[in-house]
């Protein structure tokens, strides 16, 4: 087997990480999710 491209691993993904990473990206999108609401309800409060 030829080596094709060395690469730097930034980190490895356990079955422990994955699901910390997918419960903090979780709770950025519900973060992100709210504020939209907010600056959607600030938008049509600004128009009334």
């Known amino acids: 087997m030829k080596l094709i491209q060395k690469v730097v691993i930034m980190q490895v993904l356990t079955e422990q990480s994955k699901s910390e990473l ?23 409060k600004s128009y009334a």
């Open 22 to 44: 997918i419960r903090y990206y979780t709770k950025q999108k519900r973060l992100l999710e709210t504020e939209i609401e907010q600056l959607l309800f600030e938008e049509k």
